[in-house]
C-alpha cells in the first residue's frame, strides 16, 4: 500500500498541502524585489544566498483575494521541474501520511482544477492538495525566463556605472 506524505498550511482560510517531495524547507517571511515583465501570479524575486528565487503568489493563482499582511508570514520553498520557487502562507502544519488510494484525482468532476494534483478528504474537512508544476505555464515560464534575464543585465550594466 502505497503511502501519500504531504505538507499541509492554510491561505486564505482553505485547507491545501504540497507532496513532502516537493518541499525544499519553511522559510520565515523575506522581503522580495518586484519583477517587472513577471507573470502576473509573480509577486517578485528572492536572493537566498547568492540565488534569485521567484515568490509565486498562490492566491492569484487560484483567483482568491490577497490574504492580509501579517508580521509572520512563512514561505514554501519548492523544487518544481524547471526551477525552485517561493510560495507564502498563512500556516503550516505538521507532516501527515495518507494511504495513496484516498486521494481523489483531479480528472474527478466534482474537482475541475488543473491547479490541484486532487484532494483528500480527512475527518477536519477537504485538503486540497496542490499540482506545483501547473503555478507556471510554458508561457509563464518563458515570460519568467526573459525578466531575470533582462533584470540581471540591468544589475550588470550598474556595476560597471562609475
Partial sequence: MDQLHVLPFSLNQHQLAIPLAEV???????????????????DGVINIQGMPLVQINLARCFGWPAPPLQLWRPLLWLQLKRRQVLIPVDQVGPVLCFDAAALLI????????????????????????????????????????AALQQAQLAHAAALVQP
Avoid: Y
Fill in 24 to 42: 525544499v524547507k519553511v522559510l520565515p517571511a523575506l522581503l522580495w524585489t518586484p519583477l517587472p515583465g513577471a507573470p502576473g501570479t509573480v
Fill in 106 to 145: 483531479n480528472s474527478d468532476p466534482q474537482i475541475n482544477s488543473n491547479l490541484l494534483k486532487g484532494v483528500i478528504c480527512t475527518e477536519t474537512g477537504v485538503l486540497l492538495i496542490q499540482d506545483i508544476e501547473q503555478l507556471l505555464s510554458d508561457a509563464d515560464e518563458s515570460m519568467l525566463q
